[in-house]
């Protein structure tokens, strides 16, 4: 989405935030900004912001800001070299960021089969009951019935 007024930014700020249920506080902590401050984005009123704030919030929120226009372009194919110019949130240093990270890592993980057969409950059934104190004849009729 392309961020052509402040307003706009706002909104986008918004949007993320609540898509990903975190509150006012809880953002402008993560991103070191105030709440009024964040308010203000968030409703377009922040035209004076200072861009290390915005990049502050964005981050927080994991938002790339990438830089658009024909300079750009045209130095990639004049050098033909790779340039990002986009803010990678994945190595964002904040903890809202890092923490999300590591539940969808954890949600992508092959769960391995945790069923036990027979068996392996009749094993622990008996170390249960020794460590009871009953006898294999007690242990015998338990694991008739």
Same mark, same amino acid.
């Given at each position: 989405?392309?961020?052509v007024?402040?307003?706009? $930014?706002g909104?986008y ?10 509150t006012?506080?809880r953002?402008?902590? @993560?991103?070191g900004? !105030? ?10 009123d922040? #035209?004076?912001?200072?861009?290390d704030?915005?990049l502050?919030?964005?981050g ?5 800001l $990438?830089?658009?226009?024909d300079d ?5 194919? $004049?050098?033909g ?10 190595? !964002? ?12 890592a954890?949600q992508?993980?092959?769960? #391995?089969? #945790? ?5 392996d409950?009749?094993s ?5 009951l ?8 007690a242990?015998?009729?338990? @694991?008739?019935?």
């Amino acid at each position: 989405m392309p961020i052509v007024t402040p307003r706009q $930014a706002g909104i986008y700020v918004r949007r993320s935030r609540e898509s990903q249920g975190l509150t006012r506080a809880r953002l402008a902590a @993560a991103a070191g900004v !105030s709440e009024r401050l964040l308010a203000s984005l968030e409703l377009g009123d922040a #035209t004076g912001i200072r861009l290390d704030k915005l990049l502050a919030v964005f981050g927080a929120l994991g938002i790339g800001l $990438a830089a658009q226009g024909d300079d750009i372009g045209r130095n990639v194919i $004049a050098t033909g070299e790779k340039q990002n110019h986009a803010i990678n949130p994945s190595t !964002s240093s904040s903890p809202i960021i890092q923490a999300r990270n590591r539940t969808r890592a954890a949600q992508r993980r092959p769960r #391995t089969d #945790t069923s036990k057969s027979p068996a392996d409950y009749d094993s622990v059934f008996d170390d249960f009951l020794k460590h009871q104190g009953i006898d294999d004849v007690a242990t015998s009729f338990v @694991a008739r019935r």
